[in-house]
């Protein structure tokens, strides 16, 4: 994209995503989904949560269609409970509520559609909680929410209990120690037991918590053939993981089961907000710069005059620019997670990101003139 593009018929969003959406059904979506239905078959009480957001959702529809059919398989199973969350995955609870309530009753929508199922388990963007979020989540009436289970709100404490926020929501935390040593360590060079075993995970936790306990698993769905490759052996590990863990009497629950299983007592508080993202845990990979910061006051700025238009096409693209993606190209982050940035970005560089959003941006405003003027 260009200037000179500019006031055209202009896609901001298609080049590009067919390949990458192939690859990775190919490399992970197929392989994985086929995993789980055969665990179904030899594991009849194995149970699990998918979050899973609308822009995928379309495009599996456009490029990979036979992906859906499979998840809509396993729901008929009841294997699977699928979670609410906004259907642009965008970061819309820190910058307009309304739009955040819009996106989430059109997830909501979808996942009965698609499903019939009707979120019941809320998890935002990037797993971004604030005390504020989690009162709009309440007050959507979803029963519980997900949450990192970040050790500067802990402080201490176990993520394997079930918390509550002030006003009173259930919340169920990620141990992210655990699910980060499938979703970055598995095959990692460093480790001295490289590539982790399903014998090792599981007394991992069985030597580590209760039975009471509940060790919260979350990743990428794209851990499994697309960030750790079929070659480290991830598939088996997680054929054997689960079919060990159950053996010996593990339990796999949903999200809303586990939330189920005990009464939250202590509380969850945080009014800045926590995600699952890099070392610190905030925002910063969002909008830890200058590029971030201005793109995401443009984008949100423009909100009223895009509903205003009534026009369908601005407000699809302008949903679409507000996915967390985006800004997340543009960080600019160094070291260890500064490596993790440039593996999931399409550009050479934040800079070029940041170049590439704001024509969409520049684009975006001359279609509302445009419209204006008509």
Request: net charge negative.
């Amino acid at each position: 994209m260009s200037v000179f593009d500019l006031g055209g018929e202009l896609d901001y969003f298609g080049r590009g995503n067919e390949a990458i959406m192939k690859k990775v059904a190919n490399k992970s979506y197929r392989p994985m989904l086929a995993l789980l239905t055969k665990l179904a078959d030899e594991e009849p009480e194995f149970r699990y949560s998918f979050s899973i957001t609308g822009v995928a959702v379309e495009q599996m529809k456009q490029y990979a269609p036979d992906i859906l059919e499979s998840l809509s398989n396993l729901a008929k199973r009841k294997k699977v409970e699928f979670l609410g969350e906004t259907y642009y995955h965008s970061l819309s609870a820190l910058y307009s509520p309304a739009e955040f309530l819009t996106q989430v009753w059109k997830h909501k929508n979808l996942m009965g559609e698609l499903f019939e199922q009707t979120p019941t388990v809320f998890r935002n963007t990037e797993l971004i909680y604030t005390n504020r979020i989690a009162k709009m989540v309440l007050d959507m009436g979803f029963v519980g929410m997900l949450v990192e289970g970040a050790d500067k709100v802990l402080l201490g404490r176990e993520p394997t209990r079930v918390y509550r926020s002030p006003d009173g929501l259930p919340l169920l935390l990620k141990h992210y120690r655990l699910s980060d040593d499938i979703a970055f360590r598995f095959s990692e060079s460093a480790r001295s037991q490289r590539p982790l075993t399903a014998e090792t995970f599981c007394h991992w936790i069985s030597a580590s918590f209760s039975e009471r306990e509940t060790v919260n698993l979350f990743m990428d769905f794209e851990t499994f053939g697309e960030h750790q490759w079929q070659e480290t052996g991830i598939f088996e590990f997680f054929h054997h993981f689960v079919r060990r863990f159950m053996a010996t009497g593990g339990q796999f629950v949903t999200v809303s089961e586990a939330l189920g299983k005990d009464k939250p007592v202590e509380l969850y508080d945080s009014e800045s907000p926590v995600s699952w993202a890099d070392v610190d845990r905030d925002m910063t990979a969002w909008n830890g710069n200058k590029l971030q910061s201005d793109g995401l006051k443009k984008i949100y700025s423009l909100e009223s005059k895009i509903l205003n238009s009534g026009d369908e096409s601005l407000i699809s693209d302008w949903r679409n620019l507000q996915t967390s993606d985006h800004f997340y190209y543009m960080c600019t982050k160094w070291a260890n997670d500064g490596d993790v940035h440039a593996y999931f970005s399409p550009y050479q560089s934040p800079h070029i990101a940041y170049g590439n959003f704001s024509l969409a941006l520049a684009d975006l405003n001359l279609r509302i003139k445009e419209k204006r003027n008509g």
